[in-house]
C-alpha cells in the first residue's frame, strides 16, 4: 500500500513539500519548492539578470503580490507563443529562472511595473492548482562542477568573442564592457553575456535549458561566432552601397559641368535639355507680355538653382502655372436661338421663364462680340435642374463646362490662392478650373453660392465680388498667380437654393432668375420622357419590359415623395425596379413584362410616407390652414388655438422663431382691437389662457406670413365659428388688421394643390406675382385678394346667419 505524507512548513516565504513512498523513503528522498509563476512574453530572464517587467494580466499581477507578500522569489517561464493571452500548462516551456521581486509600482492604468532579478535556473516537476494564478513545484538546478582547465578555456574564449562582438556592435556600450571584464565567475560570466545578446526568445530559452555548463558555453560561442560573421558581411555590404552611391553623385557632378560646357558654347539653344523645352515652350505660348516676362524671370531663377533644392519644385511648380492657363485660348462659340431653345427644351421639362430669360441672355450676345451683362444666378429648390441648366448652356452655345462646388468653402484662399511664401501653396479653384477646362471662355457654373460661410481664415464671398463683377474681372488677381488674369470671357452662372445666404453686394452683382418647383403634371411627364426609360436602362431593363400607368406615377408623386424637384422621384422609380429585377430573378421569369398600376406601386413600395390631400377632412373650430415656404418647396402649415381658463397668458409652441412669436402677438393685439366688432367682452383676454401651437414642432418654422393665419385661428376659438377645411392663407398681418404682401407665392400655390386645397387667400400686393404661378395651378385653385383681415374672416369662417362677426 503506498502512503502519501504531505509536510507543509513555511521558510522563507515559500512552502516545502516532501513525498515518501512506503518502504522507498530513505533511498528517493528529495525536496522540491512550491513557487508562484508568472509567465513571460518574448523574453527570457537569465540568472544574475536585473530586468524591468511592465505587467498588465491579472493572473501575473496577483503572482507578483503573493511573492512579495510572501517574500519569496517568483519563478519566471516564457510562453512558447508568445500571441496566447491566458497560457495554460503546455504553453510553457519547461525550464524558468526563479527571481526576487526588487520593487513594484503601480501605474495609474492599472498595470504594474516591477523590477527583477534573476536568482537560479529551475526546472518544472508539477503545477499545483490555484484559482488566482499559476504554481508550480520547481526543481532547482545547481550548476555542476566541472574541470577546473577547461571552465577557463571556455571564460578566455568567451571574454575574446565577446569583445570582438561589441566592436562590431555600437549597442553595446562602454560601460557594459567594464562591468563584464570585472566578473570573474564564469556562471555569472555566461548568463551576463546571453542577456546582451540580440537573440530570439526560442534561441536563449535553448541556451537557459543546456546543460552542464560547458554545453551552454559551446551554444553562446557559436552565436557569438555567427553575429561577428554577419556583422562583417553587412559591413562589406554597406562599403559597396556607399561606393555605388559616390559614382551617382559623381557621375551627376560630370553631368553638371558637361551642360555648363554645352551652354559656354551655345549648344543649348536647340532645346535637347528639358530645361531648353520648358524655355521653348514660355516662348511659344500665346500670353500677355507681362505673364511672359514673368515666366521668363522665374525661368532664369530656375537655370540658376542646383536641381535638388526644395525651392526649384516651388518656381517649377509656378511656371507650369503659368503655361497651363489658357490665356488666349477659346471656343468657337456661335449662338443659334432656334438651335438654343431646341436644346433647352430637350433637356429640361417646364421652366418656360428660366428659359426665356437666357434666350434673352443669348440673343443679345449674339449681337454683341463682348457683353458685360450681370452674372446670372439661378435661386431654386433643390432637384428642379438648376445645374444641368448650366450644362445645357454650355451645349447651347458650343462652349466647354466648368462646375466649382461652393457648399462649405469658408476659406478666401479657396478662391483666390495662396500665396507662394507658403509651403504647398497652390492657385485657387477658379484658377485651377480655368486649367482644367483648358479654355478662356468657358460656360462657369459656381454652384451652391449660398452655402458658403466665413470664419478667421476670411470670408469667401467676399472674394466672390471680384469675379463676377464685369468690370473687375478683366484683371482677376489670384494670390498665387501674382499676375492679372482676364476672366471678363467667362460666362458665369450661380445656383443658390435660397437668397438668404447670399450677401446682399453679391447678389446686387447678379440677376437673380427664380425657379419655382414642378407641378404634378410636370413631375408625370419629366417621369415619363426621362426618369423611368434611364432607370430602365441603368436597372438593365429593355424599355418596354416595365410599363407604369399614369396613376402609378401619380400615386408615387402624391404619397412616396413630398418635394418640389424630381431627385427623390427618380430614386423611388430606381427602387422600384430593383424590386421587380429581384421579383423577376427570383422566379426564373427573365423576359416577363410588367405592367405597374396604381394599385400594386403599394405592393413594391410598401406603406406611403406620406398622407396626400393635407387639407383637414371637416371644418374645425381653431384649426386654419396656412401656407409656408421652405427651401425643398412649398407646405401646408396648420396652426390650433385653443381656449382655457386662466389669468390671460399668451403660450405660444411649435419651435417658432422670433418673427413668428411676434405675429402671434400681434395677431391678438388685433383681435382685442376688435372685440366689440366680434362680440366678446373688453376683458375676456383677462380671464381666458390663449394657447397657440404649430404642429411638428421638432421642424424649427419663422416668417410673418403666418399673420392672417394665426389671427383666423385665434377668431376661430374665440367666437366658437369654425374655418372651412377646404381654405388655405398667406399673408403678414399688421395692429390695424392690414395685410401685407409675402414672399414665395408661386411655391404656396403648388403646395396648396398638391394637399388638395381649393380655396386660396393671398394679399392684394401679390396680386402681381400670380403671373409668374403657371396657368394649370391657377385654374385648379380659387384665388382670392384681401386687404385686410375683416375680410378674411369673412371668407374663411363658416356662415352663420346669427353670428355677429358675418355682418361686419
Known sequence: MILLEVFVTAAKGYRSWRYSFGSKL????????????????????????????????????????????????????????AAVDDPDVEDLYEFGTLATVMQLLRLPDGTIKALVEGKARAKIISYLPNDNFLQAEVEERAETQEQATALLAYERELRRFFDEFAASNKKIGREVLNSIKAIDNPFKLLNVICAHLPLKSDEKQAILEAEPLSKRMDKVLEILNREIELSELEKTINAKVKMRMGKTQRDYYLGEKVREIQTEIGQNAEGLDEMGELEQTIQNKLMPLAAKEKALKEFKKLRSMPPMSAETTVVRNYIDCIVNLPWEKKSKSKIDINKAEAILDEDHFGLAKTKERILEYLAVQSQVKKIKGPILCLVGPPGVGKTSICQSIARAMGRKFARLSLGGVRDEAEIRGHRRTYIGAMPGKIIQSMQKVDVANPVFCLDEVDKMSMDFRGDPSSALLEVLDPEQNVAFNDHYLDIDYDLSEVFFITTANNLHGIPLPLQDRMEIIQISGYTEEDKLKIAEGYLIPKQLQQNGFKPNDIQMTDG?????????????????????????????????????????????????????????????????????????????????????????????????????????????????????????????????????????????????????????????????????????????????????????????????????????????????????????????????????????????????????????????????
Open 26 to 81: 530513505e533511498k528517493g528522498d528529495f525536496v522540491t519548492k512550491l513557487y508562484p509563476l508568472m509567465p513571460l512574453r518574448d523574453l527570457v530572464i537569465f540568472p544574475h539578470m536585473v530586468a524591468p517587467l511592465v505587467v498588465g494580466r491579472k493572473k501575473s499581477i496577483q503572482a507578483l503580490e503573493d511573492a512579495m507578500e510572501k517574500k519569496t522569489d517568483i519563478l519566471l517561464v516564457t510562453q512558447k507563443k
Open 552 to 808: 402609378a406615377i401619380l400615386e408615387v408623386i402624391r404619397r412616396y415623395t413630398r418635394e418640389a424637384g424630381v431627385r427623390n422621384l427618380e430614386r423611388i422609380i430606381a427602387s422600384l425596379c430593383r424590386k421587380i429585377a429581384r421579383e423577376r430573378l427570383k422566379k426564373k421569369q427573365k423576359d416577363k413584362k410588367y405592367r405597374v398600376s396604381a394599385q400594386s406601386v403599394l405592393t413594391y413600395l410598401g406603406t406611403p410616407k406620406y398622407r396626400y390631400g393635407l387639407a383637414e377632412e371637416n371644418d374645425e373650430i381653431g384649426l386654419a390652414t396656412g401656407l409656408a415656404w421652405t427651401e425643398v418647396g412649398g407646405e401646408l402649415l396648420q396652426i390650433e388655438a385653443t381656449l382655457m381658463a386662466g389669468a390671460g397668458k399668451l403660450i405660444i409652441t411649435g419651435k417658432l422663431g422670433d418673427v413668428m412669436q411676434e405675429s402671434a402677438q400681434a395677431a391678438l393685439s388685433y383681435v382685442r382691437s376688435r372685440a366689440k366688432v366680434l362680440g366678446l367682452e373688453d376683458d375676456f383676454y383677462q380671464k381666458l389662457d390663449i394657447h397657440i401651437h404649430v404642429p411638428e414642432g421638432a421642424i424649427p418654422k419663422d416668417g410673418p406670413s403666418a399673420g392672417i393665419t394665426m389671427a383666423t385661428s385665434l377668431v376661430s376659438a374665440l367666437v366658437k365659428v369654425p374655418v372651412k377645411h377646404q381654405l388655405a392663407m398667406t399673408g403678414e398681418i399688421t395692429l390695424r388688421g392690414r395685410v401685407l404682401p409675402i414672399g414665395g407665392l408661386t411655391e404656396k400655390l403648388l403646395a396648396a394643390k398638391r394637399g388638395n386645397i381649393t380655396h386660396v387667400l393671398i394679399p392684394k400686393d401679390n396680386e402681381r406675382d400670380l403671373q409668374d404661378v403657371p396657368i394649370k395651378i391657377r385654374k385648379s385653385l380659387t384665388i382670392d385678394t384681401v386687404n385686410h383681415m375683416d375680410e378674411v374672416l369673412r371668407y374663411a369662417l363658416v356662415k352663420d346667419p346669427g353670428n355677429p362677426v358675418l355682418d361686419n
